[in-house]
């Protein structure tokens, strides 16, 4: 491993991939593109795989990042949401890049605000327990994620991050109606 990987960079990326991929999944299904969602997951899931110690799978994140390149642009226009999964593939096909320190072109932070943009450009208005918008919420699970990260670690970290996914997922379930 490149000394300069940035572990807990990396680890933030994939809880923001996955509080935010919950959204996207009821996306994708809606628009026939789970098929594509599939592997990006897979290959933040094998990111996490890495950093609770198992061997990284290269394969795993080739798929994940040709898909995570291109689902954006294969989302339908006319649907809403398209801003926000293109967002989100941007937030993987960086952290995806993250896990290949030699190849970084950018950070951490520039792989998240990707997915500040993405709660930005909600295409509704959302409510989240004492939150106004999902901008809002997703910033206030940036920082609880790297408290928690750094409090109790990576296993404390997955668990907030499939927690958080829950609030994702019923904002799109109800976005889609």
Same mark, same amino acid.
């Given at each position: 491993?490149?000394?300069?990987?940035?572990?807990?960079?990396?680890?933030?990326?994939?809880?923001?991939? $996955?509080?935010?991929?919950?959204?996207?999944?009821?996306?994708?299904?809606? +628009?026939?593109?789970?098929?594509?969602?599939? %592997?990006?997951?897979?290959?933040?899931?094998?990111?996490?795989? #890495? *950093?609770?110690?198992?061997?990284?799978?290269?394969?795993?994140?080739?798929?994940? #990042?040709?898909?995570?390149?291109?689902?954006?642009?294969?989302?339908?226009?006319?649907?809403?949401?398209?801003?926000?999964?293109?967002?989100?593939? @941007?937030?993987? #096909?960086?952290?995806?890049?993250?896990?290949?320190?030699?190849?970084?072109?950018?950070?951490?932070?520039?792989? *998240?605000? #990707?997915?500040?943009?993405?709660?930005?450009?909600? %295409?509704?208005?959302?409510? $989240?327990? @004492?939150?106004? +918008?999902?901008?809002?919420?997703?910033?206030?699970?940036?920082?609880?994620?790297?408290?928690?990260?750094?409090?109790?670690?990576?296993?404390?970290?997955?668990?907030?991050?499939?927690?958080? @996914?829950?609030?994702?997922?019923?904002?799109?379930?109800?976005?889609?109606?």
């Amino acid at each position: 491993m490149d000394e300069t990987f940035d572990a807990v960079g990396e680890a933030l990326c994939c809880a923001a991939a $996955i509080r935010l991929g919950e959204a996207v999944q009821v996306l994708t299904e809606r +628009s026939g593109l789970l098929d594509h969602y599939i %592997p990006i997951m897979a290959g933040v899931e094998g990111i996490t795989a #890495f *950093l609770d110690g198992q061997e990284l799978d290269d394969d795993l994140l080739g798929s994940a #990042f040709a898909e995570s390149w291109s689902l954006g642009a294969r989302y339908p226009t006319g649907l809403a949401g398209r801003a926000f999964v293109n967002d989100w593939s @941007s937030l993987v #096909f960086g952290t995806v890049g993250l896990s290949k320190a030699k190849q970084q072109n950018f950070g951490a932070a520039q792989a *998240l605000d #990707f997915a500040s943009q993405a709660a930005a450009a909600w %295409p509704s208005a959302v409510r $989240i327990g @004492s939150f106004d +918008s999902l901008a809002r919420f997703e910033l206030a699970c940036q920082q609880e994620a790297e408290d928690r990260l750094r409090k109790d670690g990576l296993p404390a970290l997955w668990k907030l991050a499939e927690v958080r @996914s829950k609030q994702y997922r019923q904002a799109a379930e109800q976005l889609i109606g």
